[in-house]
């Protein structure tokens, strides 16, 4: 007997029009605990001193890992149409001043 799977479930997002025009970030500081991880998104402007956060995004390690899943199947899927992506940091460098990067708990 063979098993049907249930429809699956319409999700509708509504976005207001602020949030719709979207923020700028160059930045992001991750950091974690026990039961969240947090990215801190910023903003770094030549000749500026100060990052000033633009949104934090607080999710469980679960949906975080879902959303680097999803992430990597979206670049993949980018590089396939448009050539890969460059970052132009060297995979040897340890010291970065901006960019995406994870920070330890303190």
Do not use: C, W
């Not at 970030?25 to 991750?30: D, G, H, P, S």
């Not at 607080?58 to 890992?65: E, G, V």
Request: charged letters at 25%; aromatic letters at 4%.
């Amino acid at each position: 007997m063979e098993q049907t799977k249930p429809p699956q479930q319409q999700i509708q997002v509504q976005i207001d029009e602020k949030t719709g025009q979207g923020i700028y970030a160059n930045l992001a500081l991750i950091s974690h605990s026990g039961a969240e991880i947090i990215i801190d998104f910023t903003r770094m402007l030549p000749g500026m001193p100060k990052a000033v956060v633009q949104a934090r995004i607080i999710l469980t390690p679960q949906h975080a890992k879902s959303l680097e899943k999803a992430l990597d199947e979206n670049i993949k899927k980018y590089e396939a149409r448009f050539g890969e992506i460059k970052t132009g940091i060297d995979k040897h460098e340890t010291n970065r001043n901006i960019g995406f990067q994870s920070h330890e708990d303190e």
